[in-house]
């Protein structure tokens, strides 16, 4: 085969929990992610000079080293250094559905889409596993977006265990089209405002303790009960985040107040979402949503949770 075409789909954090500093220079995270249909079309092509291209239809993503799409070929190339005079090139299309800089990991999906098509067009033959291991190195979300679905994430947020997952749930996505927030931004705020808070993650049976914290989330997903899911719906980084955008605190009040199972700030943000029991309780939400805010004001997505995030769509 010379092209494979995947879908990857966004994420959301049902539950993001900074428990506290790493040596690294991270923060030690319990997560629960899971994948939505919202989602990229990424395709690598083989190319018969030896190099590595990127193109992207919005124009704000970068076509060079900057962006992660692009890091994930060049380190399957580094590892592998033989493999493009053996097999070619790659020319990596992205067409962008998710939002950028909007807490959806757009970026890490896009990679995890990269090293997928990779493995394939390459004839690596890595297991999950490895790719996982490769992924981590790029970034801390890209191993979730490979096994997607529902799973609680620890570490840096890089070590992934696969929940059962959830059917039938469905969310609504809200994001302004002009607002974007950087991660690092997020952290850095969230260290100075509260590590006097943080465990010390050095003893194992502090990071227990954090994680029980999530049990009842863990327990909400196992018994499937979305208005359970809904109560517990957490993350700390709304605590740096809305007060530093009094219009996302003001969307996320009115969201709240549309009637869905529980609202929530996705990652850094900007993007809320609000959970639903179905398909047309979520469009009702949109249709309340436009009666507060126009298209220009605010983006509206009704999507519903992903057993997996990446699909092969074409080959
Ligand atoms: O790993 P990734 O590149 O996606 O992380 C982006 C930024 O988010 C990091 O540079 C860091 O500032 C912050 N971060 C963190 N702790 C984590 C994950 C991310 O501080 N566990």
């Known amino acids: 085969m010379d092209s494979y075409s995947l879908s990857a789909a966004a994420k959301i954090n049902l539950y993001l929990e900074i428990v506290g500093d790493r040596p690294d220079g991270y923060h030690e995270l319990v997560m629960v992610m899971q994948s939505v249909g919202l989602a990229d079309r990424v395709t690598v092509r083989r190319l018969g000079a030896h190099e590595i291209r990127l193109r992207c239809d919005h124009p704000e993503v970068p076509s060079d080293a900057s962006n992660l799409a692009y890091r994930a070929a060049a380190l399957l190339h580094q590892r592998f250094p033989k493999v493009m005079t053996q097999q070619g090139g790659v020319e990596i299309t992205i067409q962008k559905n998710i939002p950028v800089g909007a807490g959806l990991a757009g970026g890490s999906a896009n990679a995890a889409a990269v090293l997928v098509g990779l493995d394939m067009l ?3 033959g890595l297991t999950q596993i490895e790719l996982q291991t ?4 790029l970034g801390s979300d890209i191993p979730f977006c490979i096994a997607g679905g529902t799973a609680i994430a620890t570490g ?3 070590q992934i265990d696969t929940l059962h997952g959830l059917d039938g749930l469905y969310v609504v996505l809200a994001k302004s089209p002009t607002l974007s927030v950087s991660t690092p931004w997020a952290y850095k705020s969230y260290r100075q405002a509260f590590a006097d808070n943080y465990l010390d993650v050095a003893t194992a049976s502090q990071t227990r303790k954090a994680q029980l914290h999530a049990s009842p989330m863990m327990a909400a997903i196992a018994h499937q009960d979305g208005p359970a899911i809904g109560q517990h719906l957490y993350n700390d980084l709304e605590k740096v985040v809305l007060p530093a955008h009094p219009d996302v605190k003001a969307m996320k009040t009115t969201l709240a107040s549309c009637g869905g199972l529980g609202t929530l700030m996705s990652g850094s943000g900007p993007t809320l979402f609000t959970l639903t029991a179905s398909q047309a309780a979520a469009e ?3 249709q309340q949503m436009r009666s507060h ?5 605010l983006g509206l997505w009704v999507a519903p949770l992903l057993p997996s995030s990446l699909q092969l769509l074409e080959s």
Not at 134 to 137: D, F, I, N, V
Not at 293 to 297: C, K, L, T, V
């Open 293 to 297: 805010y126009s298209e220009a004001e």
């Open 156 to 158: 840096r947020g890089e």
């Open 284 to 286: 009702g939400i949109v």
């Open 122 to 124: 390459w004839q690596l």
């Open 134 to 137: 490769l992924a981590a190195e």
